[in-house]
């Protein structure tokens, strides 16, 4: 746990900077290959490629004795996070970088109702006006009733509930497991969660086509690495706001690769998420440093 003591802001930064570049190449790839490719077909071959990175991390699987409720768990995990990748690659083909980036962003939300509906944590009563905010901010950006809302947002709103989901039973897993198996095991039980999605739309890749999907493995392994080392480095209220770059980027990207316009709608939306997002997590952080401070003794009058 980083501490005020061996905090490194700098360095924090700089790694999750990093990783939102290589995150943003992520969609870059995805959004090329999303009218040629099966969004399932897409999502399977980019997991499969990267499960060969995790190779050396099966052999410290194997030295653990998992429980078979800890075994139920992944599988759960894994199904969950299976569609939510297949509907977000299914979301990037067809909907324009910034709305799906926006949209990505209600994860969090999501996280903090379910974190108080199915783990007992309290939601002050402005914690909850900033749920309530980011809620809003994703209906700023759909503006049912003022534009057709597309199969490819109502695909982005399960996919960033499912991936909610999916952090919860990862939070839950990581304090009975270690962290190499959690991750380690996602890979697995998504890439096998995706090939019954993947089989019935298949279509013969060409070499370019998986070198593309081979280079969307690296990076986002390489990402959710230099994500670790970032939070690593320094607290997440030093690196989350870096994040939130990755919206900047999507618009600009969008506009200049993939000639998508730039929506002020989406844009207002995705600050409001955002703005609920530190907010959240300024006092998550808040409330961690009175739980781990020491009470201050009384002093004696002289």
């Not at 009218?35 to 990175?53: D, H, N, S």
């Not at 409720?69 to 910034?98: C, D, E, K, N």
Request: with cysteine.
């Amino acid at each position: 746990m980083t501490t005020a003591s061996n905090s490194r802001p700098v360095e924090g930064i700089l790694w999750t900077f990093g990783a939102g570049i290589l995150f943003v190449g992520v969609n870059v790839f995805v959004k090329l290959l999303g009218p040629v490719m099966p969004a399932a077909q897409m999502a399977f071959i980019r997991y499969g490629l990267g499960l060969a990175l995790l190779i050396p991390t099966f052999r410290v699987i194997a030295r653990m004795r998992l429980t078979r409720r800890q075994w139920g768990l992944f599988a759960i995990r894994g199904a969950l996070h299976s569609v939510g990748v297949a509907m977000w690659f299914y979301a990037m083909a067809t909907i324009p970088l910034a709305d799906v980036t926006a949209m990505n962003y209600l994860s969090p939300i999501y996280i903090t109702i379910g974190a108080a509906i199915f783990m007992g944590e309290k939601l002050a009563i402005r914690r909850i006006l900033a749920v309530v905010v980011g809620l809003v901010g994703a209906v700023v950006i759909l503006r049912p009733g003022f534009r057709e809302i597309g199969p490819g947002h109502l695909a982005m709103l399960v996919a960033a509930l499912l991936f909610a989901c999916s952090y919860l039973l990862a939070k839950h897993l990581t304090d009975e497991t270690d962290p190499v198996a959690v991750i380690t095991m996602l890979s697995v039980w998504v890439t096998i969660g995706l090939l019954p999605m993947a089989a019935p739309v298949w279509v013969t890749p060409s070499w370019f086509e998986l070198s593309l999907l081979f280079a969307t493995a690296c990076f986002a392994t390489l990402g959710h690495y230099w994500m670790t080392l970032g939070f690593r480095a320094a607290p997440i209220t030093a690196t989350q706001p870096v994040t939130f770059l990755q919206l900047v980027w999507a618009v600009a990207l969008g506009v200049i690769l993939f000639d998508e316009p730039i929506d002020p709608f989406v844009i207002l939306g995705g600050l409001m998420i955002i703005s609920a997002i530190s907010f959240i997590t300024w006092r998550e952080a808040v409330a961690k440093r009175r739980q781990i401070t020491p009470p201050v003794p009384p002093q004696k009058m002289t």
